[in-house]
Structures are given as structure tokens and as C-alpha cells.
């Protein structure tokens, strides 16, 4: 389950990875960079399921929905799982407003999961890479950048179908904030 990343003011994002991947890539660095289209802010990772489960999912995914208001979304900044000394995945941040947080613990409650007992590191993610590699000084200077700004309106459902090293997100089902 995710948020959609808007497409308002995305292209100053599209250009910060076009401009990584170009660097990365002037190095010799392994990289898999995604596609825009494919950007999406996880708020509970859901995994294999039955058919009839994705029935209760949806169920809870409509339920938090309602409880909604849309609210904004703000992608700020570059970071990497594990570090940027040590980075496999490189992503943009998230800004962990009340309005995103609440509704990550919502989705969990919904479901009838226990609060996460990791801090919710909200992100997009740009691109993935081959082996451990020290990023810190190939991306910063957009560590603390404002890339853009825009609604988040729905909760998606999405399938993950193996492409290669990156997955296509395909949406299953959409749930409105406010309905």
C-alpha cells in the first residue's frame, strides 16, 4: 500500500536523477535507476497474499481512506539504505509531516498490525546499486534540496510484477481520501 507520488512539480526530481544517474554512471557505478512512473511512497509493504485477502484490504484501505483529508506531500532531500557512506538503495525523502505519519500507523492499525517497531523512514526510491558504494560525494548536492511539493489524495494498492532488477507497480485498486 502507497501514496502515489503527484505529478505536479515532479520534473525537478526527474531532473536531480537524471543528473545522478549520469554521474553515477560517469564512475562506473552499478545503478538501477526507476522510472518515474514507477515512484510511490510505501506505507505498509503487504506481500504475497490470497485473493480473498486483497477483499479485507481493500475493505481496510476504504475504511482509513474515509478518515482521510488529502494533505501535502513534500520530497525533500537524498538519502541511501544502509548510508550514504554505504548505500545500496538511493532515495528521496519524504518529510514526516503528522498527516503522513498518522495515516501510516492508520493503514497498520486497519490491518490489525502492532505499530512498527522500526521508525517509518518515509521515501521514494530512485535507484538501487549493484554493491555498497560511498554516495555521499556524487549526490551532494542534493542532500537537502526541496524537490517538489504536491497532494496526496488516494491510497493505492499495488502488484509488483518482476521486470528485470526493478519491479512495474501496477495499481490493483485505488481508495480516495474523503469518500
Excluded: C
Amino acid at each position: 500500500m502507497a501514496l502515489k507520488v503527484p505529478e505536479e512539480g515532479r520534473q525537478v526530481l526527474e531532473q536531480a536523477s537524471k543528473k545522478m544517474k549520469i554521474n553515477l554512471k560517469e564512475r562506473g557505478f552499478e545503478a538501477k535507476f526507476a522510472i518515474p512512473e514507477n515512484w510511490h511512497i510505501t506505507l505498509h509493504f503487504v506481500g504475497e497474499v490470497a485473493d480473498e485477502q486483497i477483499i479485507e484490504i481493500q475493505k481496510a484501505m476504504d475504511a482509513v481512506a474515509a478518515r482521510t483529508a488529502p494533505f501535502i506531500l513534500e520530497i525533500h532531500g537524498i538519502g541511501a539504505f544502509d548510508s550514504l557512506e554505504h548505500a545500496r538503495v538511493l532515495w528521496a525523502g519524504v518529510r514526516r509531516t503528522a498527516e503522513l505519519l498518522t495515516l501510516q500507523k492508520e493503514v497498520r492499525s486497519q490491518l490489525g498490525l502492532p505499530p512498527d517497531e522500526r521508525d517509518f523512514v518515509p521515501h521514494l526510491t530512485i535507484a538501487r546499486l549493484r554493491n555498497h558504494v560511498h554516495l555521499l560525494s556524487y549526490v551532494s548536492p542534493f542532500l537537502k534540496k526541496d524537490f517538489m511539493q504536491g497532494q496526496a489524495s488516494e491510497i493505492v494498492l499495488y502488484h509488483s510484477v518482476l521486470q528485470g532488477r526493478f519491479p512495474k507497480y501496477v495499481p490493483l485498486y485505488t481508495a480516495k481520501f474523503g469518500s
